[in-house]
């Protein structure tokens, strides 16, 4: 039965109101009321510890609320079908488990569950969707490889074609640059930049560095201590009283030459302290 809900039309905005995420008696985001833009890229960030990974982990019904929803297009996620669920979400967490002795297309192909059917063959149209992800991924040349012997940013992409081969409408991704060196974190970003700009496909994504959080997302939220510190366009919402209060950080906040993004200068004790040795 088609509900009105169905009969929405799809902008896969995700929202909570009065979220509570605990672990055990610990209370890890309290009374969260947020509403995260369809069609467009969001970066969680914040200090370590403040809840961003949580925060992640529950808009994806990976951990169930203590108190409050969260909700896709106006919908509980947890009143959804799983499957139906895992067709609009994709999710590639922080330090994926890789299955023993997989390769690159084998993982890849496990994104095509949610759309398999009892009994039903694995068909032309998965075998599409497979190659297409390991095309715009760039691990097409991967594929026979054996996912554990790649290396940090070859396996990185791997994980991000299997999320792309779920064909999802929405892609969560906790830090896909950790581990990686600039050039890779460079190189994750830019895949995840085209594969918004190219589908409208909504993207949120946490991430650490200040400065690529300004320069890829469209809209930022801020935590601290599990609560929400600021949210909206970097240029809005990125200045120095923000960072000092927050990250306890003494900074210059400055047009990135490159992009006209907001650029955290941070001002370092060190260099300060060899600056007064030299007057």
């Known amino acids: 039965m088609t509900t009105r809900a169905d009969r929405q039309p799809r902008t896969n905005q995700l929202s909570t109101h009065g979220l509570d995420l605990r672990y055990g008696d610990r209370t890890v985001i309290g009374g969260l009321d947020l509403v995260l833009p369809g069609g467009a890229v969001t970066a969680i960030v914040g200090p370590n510890a403040c809840g961003k990974s949580t925060l992640l982990r529950g808009l994806t019904r990976l951990l169930s609320p203590a108190a409050g929803t969260v909700a896709l297009d106006g919908a509980d996620i947890h009143r959804m079908p799983a499957r139906a669920l895992a067709r609009r979400m994709g999710l590639l967490p922080q330090q994926p488990v890789t299955p023993d002795a997989i390769t690159v297309e084998a993982l890849v192909r496990l994104g095509r569950y949610p759309h398999q059917r009892l009994l039903s063959p694995w068909s032309a149209t998965d075998q599409a969707a497979v190659d297409e992800a390991l095309e ?17 940013g070859q396996r990185q992409r791997a ?31 830019d895949l995840v930049s085209d594969l918004h700009a190219d589908s409208g496909r909504t993207v949120v994504m946490v991430l650490h560095d200040l400065g690529q959080a300004a320069r ?64």
């Open 136 to 152: 715009r991924t760039g691990t097409t040349e991967l594929r026979d490889q054996h996912v554990d012997r790649l290396s940090g």
């Open 159 to 189: 994980w991000i074609a299997l999320a792309l081969a779920q064909d999802t409408e929405l892609l969560l991704l906790d830090e896909p640059t950790t581990f990686l060196d600039l050039r890779h974190q460079l190189d994750v970003l």
């Open 216 to 279: 890829y997302a469209d809209h930022l939220v801020v935590l601290q201590d599990g609560r929400l510190a600021a949210t909206g366009p970097p240029s809005e919402v990125l200045d120095a009283a923000l960072v000092k209060s927050v990250f306890d950080v003494e900074c210059q906040v400055i047009p990135d030459p490159e992009t006209g993004t907001p650029l955290v200068v941070p001002r370092g004790r060190a260099r300060r302290h060899a600056a007064a040795v030299a007057i």
